[in-house]
């Protein structure tokens, strides 16, 4: 598990953007994810989301991160209605708790904390779906002209990160080898045996890592000006997709300035579609969201589609 | 009250926050190979320890004792970046989330907490970075606890602070004794071979050899 990145290449289409859009566009949805607070809308979100993991045959990935979120989902949606006093239809009325007052449940506090709960699967769901879709070397390329020495020791500890999991398995089965069993023993002395495995494995790493200073050394490290290069290009598909992304975020600012998107929990809820603005503001937000997947559908059904992007 | 999204701001303005540390440390911090390869490797190290064992034995971690330590004998930027780049990369292994930043900011302060031990108490040693280290553990589940409450509870109340906190202390307590138990096993030596690698390290260049 530990041997490779979270990130596989499979060669696909959604995988082949600029680090710089997919960046942008998981930006936009993260930042409508909180700024909405109408379930549609987060339903949607999620829908899209959806489709877009199925598009990186994440499916399995998405598995697993939707079941921390159901967990942390059922905290949010039993701490919320017992803190919350500003629902008006009440539907239990508790008892008094010190520290807490009265622990009345209203129903509005339910419906709260079901939306935050959907909220975060909908975050939950971005950033598995940055785990799918951007490769982290291409991500750090971007931050190495501001920041390079930062981007190098990420890059590097990155590298190492695997070998020192082998290192320690490694020097775990030297020490068995001679002799240090592990499991045998009271806890005092196992203690000691794994902190003489720890002691190991510090010290042979930090000894490699002075060789591999002098190897960066060797190789004209820090003797000047450094050079950045970027073999990665902006293609047409970049372009759309930031156009969608930056034309979704502007339709849903414009849209929640006019009022829709937003949602009143409390004291009363709103109706679920208030007017018929509501839906056509999320039919073009979400128009402008599909674009890569779109392009998707283009690029694997139409062969001149195929060619200009 | 509902109308501010607080949730939003804390997030991006972690983001920034974090970026622009790392941004200032390095143009002031003047690092070296050596540096850039130590530091690199110590982050591999504790991420390691804290994805392998965070696994295996939940919350019971040798690694924040050990980024302490690093902070405490290389001084705060060391032990900043140690501590700001564990999270990233154990993350890149085991799931990214929104939390990263956050958690980046409080494993950064961590190293340069021990940073300031060092320079506030000179003559302290391992016993001093025990008791930090504890208090570390509850620190680190209240300040993301912090983050939890303005993202996700709304009206942002000091009972829904209160209630998120309460549910997550008993993580917090077995994080705070695993940094004890690891930090009185395994401080002195750690503090030893660091302190050993800091003196090799420091090399100067004669002129005009």
């Known amino acids: 598990m530990l041997e490779k990145l979270y990130y596989q290449d499979k060669g696909l289409f959604l995988q082949s953007f600029h680090p710089a859009t997919v960046l942008l566009y998981l930006l936009v949805l993260l930042v409508l994810s909180l700024l909405y607070d109408h379930p549609l809308y987060l339903l949607c979100l999620l829908f899209l989301l959806a489709c877009l993991v199925k598009g990186t045959e994440g499916m399995a990935v998405w598995e697993g991160f939707l079941k921390i979120g159901l967990i942390m989902m059922l905290v949010l949606m039993v701490v919320n209605p017992l803190v919350i006093r500003s629902g008006a239809t009440i539907i239990w009325q508790g008892p008094v708790v010190p520290l807490l007052g009265r622990l009345d449940i209203s129903l509005e506090a339910i419906y709260f904390g079901l939306v935050s709960g959907l909220r975060l699967l909908v975050i939950l769901s971005i950033f598995c779906l940055y785990n799918l879709m951007v490769n982290p070397d291409q991500a750090l390329n971007l931050f190495a002209r501001a920041a390079g020495k930062s981007a190098l020791m990420v890059a590097l500890a990155t590298r190492m990160f695997p070998t020192m999991v082998r290192d320690l398995k490694r020097i775990k089965e030297v020490m068995e080898l001679r002799g240090v069993d592990f499991e045998q023993g009271p806890l005092g002395q196992r203690v000691k045996k794994y902190a003489g495995l720890y002691n190991v494995l510090l010290f042979s790493s930090l000894e490699g890592s002075l060789e591999i200073a002098e190897s960066m050394q060797a190789r004209a490290y820090g003797s000047g000006r450094r050079t950045v290069y970027s073999r990665h290009l902006l293609r047409p598909r970049d372009y759309m997709t930031l156009g969608g992304s930056l034309l ?62 | 009250m ?145 983050w939890h409450w303005c993202v996700f509870t709304r009206p942002l109340t000091f009972n829904g602070y209160f209630l998120i906190w309460a549910a997550g202390v008993s993580f917090d307590s077995l994080r705070a004794a695993g940094n004890l138990l690891f930090c009185a096993a395994l401080g002195r030596q750690s503090i030893k071979i660091l302190n050993y690698f800091h003196k090799k390290m420091d090399v100067r260049y004669l002129e005009n050899l």
Do not use: H
């Open chain 1, 248 to 309: 979704a975020m502007f339709a849903a600012v414009w849209g929640l300035a006019q009022g829709c998107g937003g949602f009143n929990f409390y004291p009363v809820m709103d109706d679920l579609i208030a007017g018929r603005g509501t839906l056509v503001v999320l039919v073009i937000v979400f128009c402008y969201l599909f674009v890569p997947l779109m392009l998707g559908g283009g690029y694997k059904y139409c062969r001149y589609i195929k060619s200009k992007i």
């Open chain 2, 2 to 146: 509902t109308g501010t999204n607080w949730g939003l701001y804390i997030t991006i303005a972690g983001v920034f926050f974090v970026a622009l540390l790392m941004l200032l440390m390095e143009k002031r911090a003047g690092l070296g190979a050596r540096q850039v390869a130590l530091i690199a490797i110590l982050a591999a190290f504790c991420a390691a320890g804290r994805t392998v064992t965070g696994v295996a034995l939940l919350f019971l971690q040798p690694t924040m004792f050990l980024v302490g330590i690093t902070g405490f004998v290389f001084g705060a930027r060391a032990g900043f970046f140690v501590g700001a780049m564990t999270p990233l990369i154990s993350n890149l292994f085991i799931g990214m989330g929104p939390w990263t930043p956050w958690q980046m900011i409080c494993w950064g302060l961590v190293g340069m907490s021990g940073a300031a031990v060092r320079f506030l108490f000179p003559r302290a040693g391992y016993k001093t970075m025990i008791i930090i280290c504890f208090g570390w553990g509850f620190l680190y589940g209240a300040v993301m606890d912090l």
